[in-house]
């Protein structure tokens, strides 16, 4: 059974996720963190529904058996997919990036168009826009006309290539963004985790007109919440909290894109093998976890 | 015990080296070929010696489950790290397209630099410069200075986003291929099998003194002569050959991204689960295959 002491663990396909653990441990600096980077697989936002499902069915399965009190789904597209089905299946709390990124452009929009911009998956999973629709905390949906979507699959290799603030991005950046911008979009939801790092080229081409909404700053409110209502939040929080870092590759870029996203270098990641991400998945998928 | 009946086997991280398929089926028109696509882990030049040999050995230890006469390493990354390991563990021939590559590459030039290009994997695993250094097939080894490499890791997501022709991919082509075209090379290997896509792009960049290397053609000739010294070629060639397609992922954008590799839709691919994969890599690592 979990308690207050035990670590939160967060898991993205690869290293776009150390965006939101730099978030939640800015807000619960006492909180361990177990992260898990499923870079031997990465990206997921290209491939199909099943093997996202799959995929992310194994990387919280291996948190799970790592002791972790609760799992974040700091991957867009995982939490398109799975979010569901890891809620049905784990012994603790999930949250994804979807419902805090849905929340927080509703509260933000003044009427006009919203945005979202994200992988294949994500945009063709649907996800976002239902949210938008239904609404969410209090805030009440907008109508469809209101939501305009664009895929940009060339921003994670142009981040993950450290390309930010060229002449190739800003052309990359006027081919998926025109329209949005055209419609005069009051709110843009960054709907990746490498997108926060295109933040400031995104706002200047968008113009003032259009605020840009992040989910890792709400994800890691709506994280608090969720351990103080299962009584999970640590209280003891005299030492900061540790970092554990745990990855299914090492890329050959790892260094560079690791501080990219985290600020600074990544110390002592552990290695996990394709047979023990297996085991994880079979693990939780029987429910013994 | 392979005989000549049975089907020759090409596997890649994903769809590219469908182009290698085309060539194989040009020149042998009466074999039958089996196809993998690791799809649901492409890419795999952006990740690690160890991981692209896990996966390369699941790749070829399903297709020998398969029963194929021979495997062909479409894939330059995987020919990179796990072409030694591969000719070690399995039970046919095994053949790459780094060692065509570098043979075609000796024949053509005319004693100026010899250019390579390729992912991080392949480029940093300097197989290619070693094959150059060596020399190959009766043609001699050439001085190290006569080598020049560069990664040009965002190529592959511009052909898979299908943006060949555009302003974004002749800013990126100058990016790398500039100093390439400086120095004057006088071949250039394409080291990666999305590159052929962008041959007459890159061909108007580096201008008339550069020939281009795309050594499909190439390994589909050392192909036919490995099967003719085993005696497993097919010379009942009165039917076409069957070609049979199997991939780990339907990814989103499957139908266009298929038919700009092999000039036309792939029909009824199979889906390999993740639970094969890691089957098929554990039989080939016990021999018993």
Redesign the interface.
């Known amino acids: 059974m979990a308690t207050a002491d035990h670590p939160i663990g967060i898991f993205d396909s690869g290293l776009g996720g150390l965006t939101v653990l730099r978030a939640v441990h800015e807000r619960l600096p006492g909180e361990d963190l177990i992260y898990f980077g499923d870079?031997?697989?990465v990206p997921y936002g290209?491939?199909?529904e099943l093997?996202v499902r799959?995929?992310a069915s194994q990387d919280a399965g291996l948190l799970v058996g790592l002791g972790v009190k609760m799992v974040i789904v700091a991957c867009n597209t995982a939490s398109a997919f799975a979010l569901d089905h890891l809620r049905e299946t784990l012994p603790v709390p999930v949250i994804g990036v979807i419902e805090p990124g849905v929340e927080e452009a509703l509260r933000r929009t003044r009427g006009g168009p919203v945005g979202v911009i994200g992988t294949?998956?994500t945009i063709?999973s649907d996800r976002y826009q239902q949210g938008l629709r239904e609404g969410r905390a209090g805030f009440g949906g907008i109508a469809d006309e209101r939501i305009l979507v664009r895929e940009c699959?060339?921003f994670?290799?142009?981040v993950?290539?450290g390309?930010m603030g060229t002449?190739?991005t800003r052309?990359?950046l006027g081919?998926y963004l025109e329209p949005l911008r055209n419609a005069r979009a009051d709110t843009l939801i960054l709907g990746c985790t490498h997108y926060p790092l295109l933040k400031e080229e995104i706002a200047a081409y968008m113009g003032p007109q259009t605020e840009l909404v992040d989910s890792a700053a709400t994800l890691a409110e709506a994280a608090e919440q969720i351990l103080v209502a299962a009584d999970l939040l640590r209280t003891e929080s005299e030492r900061e909290g540790l970092l554990d870092f745990h990855l299914?590759?090492?890329?050959?870029?790892f260094a560079e894109i690791g501080a990219r996203f985290l600020g600074r270098p990544i110390a002592d990641a552990k290695i996990v093998g394709?047979?023990e991400m297996?085991q994880a998945?079979r693990t939780v998928a029987k429910g013994t976890s």
Chains 1, 2 share one sequence.
């Open positions: 870079t031997a697989r290209t491939k199909g093997t799959n995929f294949s998956g063709r699959p060339l994670v290799p142009l993950e290539e390309m002449e190739i052309l990359v081919e299914s590759d090492i890329p050959w870029k394709l047979d297996e998945g």
